[in-house]
């Protein structure tokens, strides 16, 4: 499984980005896709995750701020990111894994396959 994230960069408080990170992992009947962060100095933390049926789950700093959605025909994993605040400056991830054990999960270990990450900075 490969990982490629990308749509990262510097945004004011308030603004808004959306992260993409083409996957590989489409081609499994069940999967489930997440996103990380890590900040500066901290340990990385689970934002969302989606699997094949289409279930998402949050972490609570990013409820009602985020969206992550998924396009099968591009094989693609999205972040929508609104409301932007400065604590939410950190290097982003995605994570994939098919274990069929696992409904869904925002824990690290629940994945094997991870991509390189992508920068956001919101900063004014």
């Known amino acids: 499984v490969q990982l490629v994230e990308s749509g990262g960069g510097s945004v004011q408080p308030g603004g808004s980005l959306r992260l993409s990170c083409a996957a590989s992992?489409?081609?499994?009947?069940?999967?489930?896709l997440g996103w990380f962060r890590q900040a500066p100095g901290k340990e990385r933390e689970g934002v969302a995750c989606?699997?094949?049926?289409?279930?998402?789950t949050y972490a609570e700093a990013v409820k009602g701020r985020f969206t992550i959605s998924q396009d099968n025909a591009k094989n693609t994993l999205y972040l929508q990111m609104n409301s932007l605040k400065p604590e939410d400056t950190a290097m982003y991830y995605c994570?994939?894994?098919?274990?069929?054990?696992?409904?869904?999960?925002?824990?690290?270990?629940?994945?094997?396959?991870w991509g390189r990450g992508t920068q956001v900075t919101v900063s004014s």
């Open positions: 989606i699997n094949s049926d289409d279930y998402t």
């Open positions: 992992v489409f081609t499994y009947s069940r999967y489930y």
């Open positions: 994570a994939a894994d098919h274990d069929s054990r696992i409904w869904c999960s925002t824990s690290l270990r629940a994945y094997n396959y």
